[in-house]
């Protein structure tokens, strides 16, 4: 069974940093792609940033250059380093992995069906 558990989440003021962690277990392929994702309340959930295996990395428009997606194999975990936050970054977040292998980035959303329990960020003013 795969798991995969948020945590690091929280309140920030416009400006700040938070690094979300996610720790994940069960069987995962080599071309095993991970993600994180967002979502508000009525919007449809979407993408900001993936990695696969070998490190290959994609990022939404939003989460280029203020957001750093990264892995540490070994101790099966994901992170996302988040700077420079706005108001509109406010949202659920959540680690994500792929069911099929070979198969990865922002663009290719639908073949994530592992998903967390997600972890709330709340920027404000």
């Known amino acids: 069974e795969v798991q995969l558990v948020e945590s690091g989440g929280g309140s920030v003021e416009v400006e700040g940093s938070l690094r979300l962690s996610c720790v994940y277990s069960?069987?995962?392929?080599?071309?095993?792609?991970m993600g994180w994702f967002r979502q508000v309340p009525g919007k449809e959930r979407e993408p900001v940033a993936t990695?696969?295996?070998?490190?290959?990395?994609t990022y939404a428009d939003f989460a280029k250059d203020r957001f750093i997606i990264s892995q540490d194999k070994p101790e099966n975990r994901l992170f996302l380093q988040m700077n420079s936050l706005k108001s509109e970054d406010t949202a659920m977040y959540y680690c994500?992995?792929?069911?099929?292998?070979?198969?990865?980035?922002?663009?290719?959303?639908?073949?994530?069906?592992?998903w967390g329990q997600g972890t709330q960020v709340t920027v404000s003013s």
């Open positions: 994500a992995a792929t069911r099929v292998v070979g198969v990865c980035g922002v663009d290719n959303a639908h073949v994530f069906g592992y």
């Open positions: 069960g069987y995962f392929y080599n071309g095993r792609c």
């Open positions: 990695i696969n295996y070998y490190g290959a990395i």
